[in-house]
């Protein structure tokens, strides 16, 4: 009897009382743990299951023996001509675990517990509908009616501010314009009573 199993992405053959090396596992040492992703299975009588992808009601129970780390590999990287070279040396984490049994899981244990869950979840999806909109609608109307006499009030006493300053700024401008025009007259006058002499 033996089953294939997914354990952390990598595909382990199993089979009861054998000791095998798998990527670590956060669980300490000594606890049970067991693994639902079970791709294939082999009985004693020869009778095999396939998965689609998994094979449901199927575990496989194990035992954590230790945890350790795999002897080291050294990582060089070098480019040619560049000067350039590092060396890193790595130790992979491992979990050593004890096979103790791959057996079914009871059906009538989950059909129990699906029902009692959706019921609660509708429950408070029915009580939740209902409040939230019935109290979110009152305030963004009386908002919207607050805001526009706010801003109409504003702008009416502002509007004649603006205007007044305009008015008395414009006749001073008109005396300077006069003052260069008289300034410029008497300029082209002084260059014609040059000290030339007459014939």
């Given at each position: 009897?033996?089953?294939?199993?997914?354990?952390?992405?990598?595909?382990?053959?199993?089979?009861?009382?054998?000791?095998?090396?798998?990527?670590?596992?956060?669980?300490?040492?000594?606890?049970?743990?067991?693994?639902?992703?079970?791709?294939?299975?082999?009985?004693?009588?020869?009778?095999?299951?396939?998965?689609k992808?998994?094979?449901?009601?199927?575990?496989?129970?194990?035992?954590?023996?230790?945890?350790?780390?795999?002897?080291?590999?050294?990582v060089?990287?070098?480019?040619?001509?560049?000067?350039?070279?590092?060396k890193?040396?790595?130790?992979?984490?491992?979990?050593?675990i004890?096979?103790?049994?791959?057996?079914?899981?009871?059906?009538?244990?989950?059909?129990?517990?699906?029902?009692?869950?959706?019921?609660?979840?509708?429950?408070?999806?029915?009580?939740?509908?209902?409040?939230?909109?019935?109290?979110?609608?009152?305030?963004?109307?009386?908002?919207?009616?607050?805001?526009?006499?706010?801003?109409?009030?504003?702008?009416?006493?502002?509007?004649?501010?603006?205007?007044?300053?305009?008015?008395?700024?414009?006749?001073?401008?008109?005396?300077?314009?006069?003052?260069?025009?008289?300034?410029?007259a008497?300029?082209?006058?002084?260059?014609?009573?040059?000290?030339?002499?007459?014939?």
């Open positions: 009897m033996y089953a294939i199993v997914e354990i952390a992405g990598k595909q382990f053959r199993v089979s009861k009382n054998i000791n095998l090396k798998v990527p670590r596992v956060s669980v300490d040492s000594g606890s049970k743990i067991e693994f639902n992703k079970v791709l294939f299975f082999e009985d004693d009588n020869g009778k095999s299951q396939i998965g992808p998994v094979i449901d009601n199927l575990i496989v129970s194990a035992t954590v023996v230790e945890h350790g780390r795999d002897k080291k590999v050294i060089f990287k070098k480019k040619r001509r560049k000067g350039y070279q590092k890193n040396g790595h130790r992979q984490g491992f979990s050593l004890k096979i103790d049994d791959i057996g079914t899981v009871k059906k009538a244990a989950k059909a129990e517990v699906k029902p009692a869950a959706k019921e609660e979840a509708k429950k408070e999806v029915a009580e939740k509908k209902p409040v939230a909109p019935k109290k979110a609608a009152p305030k963004k109307a009386a908002a919207k009616k607050e805001t526009p006499a706010k801003k109409e009030a504003p702008a009416k006493e502002a509007a004649p501010a603006k205007k007044a300053p305009a008015k008395k700024a414009a006749p001073k401008k008109k005396p300077a314009a006069a003052k260069k025009t008289g300034d410029t008497k300029k082209a006058v002084k260059p014609k009573s040059s000290g030339k002499k007459e014939a």
